[in-house]
């Protein structure tokens, strides 16, 4: 879980920075992705904000993420179909995700030197990368120590 409230501050910096506009629909979503525990879904942000915005509907969530992602303060979880908060978003590399299938914990690292690796290799290739995702499937420490004291 990341802290909201600092997350929320460098969002607005950041699209201050940007010039764009960080609406209160937008602010909501992220700060609710910011406050779960693991990824959510689209269509939880969609329940959790449905109860506080009655003209709530998908379309309004989607725009949202998307926003969201542009600006690099939400990342999507390809394998999960979430959303997890970005606790570094002015970080401009690539990252991975290391994703506990037990809790949902989501942990990002930022191991520069595989994300250029990759990149070199693809260039090689004759490939441009437009988008990467690193998903590490597995299990936190805690749900692991949970497991050997079960």
């Given amino acids: 879980m990341t802290d909201s409230s600092s997350l929320l501050q460098q969002a607005e910096r950041q699209c201050q920075r940007h010039g764009v506009r960080f609406t209160p629909i937008r602010r909501r979503v992220l ?3 910011a406050g779960a525990s693991g990824g959510l879904k689209a269509y939880e942000l969609l329940d959790r904000l449905a109860t ?3 003209a709530a509907r998908p379309p309004t969530v989607y725009r949202a993420l998307e926003f969201l992602i542009d600006q690099g303060l939400v990342h999507r979880i390809e394998s999960l179909n979430a959303f ?3 606790p570094c978003p002015e ?3 690539g990252f991975q995700l290391l994703i506990c299938r037990e809790c949902g914990r989501v942990e990002e690292l930022h191991l ?3 994300n ?3 990149d070199q290799r693809a260039r090689n290739l004759g490939f441009r990368v437009d988008r990467q995702t690193i998903e590490l499937l597995g ?3 805690a749900c692991l120590l949970a497991a050997a004291n079960a």
Wanted: with cysteine.
């Fill in 31 to 33: 700060e609710m992705i």
């Fill in 52 to 54: 506080e915005h009655a």
């Fill in 84 to 86: 997890v908060a970005c």
């Fill in 91 to 93: 970080h401009a590399h």
């Fill in 112 to 114: 520069d030197d595989v």
């Fill in 116 to 118: 250029s690796q990759l």
């Fill in 139 to 141: 299990r936190c420490e």
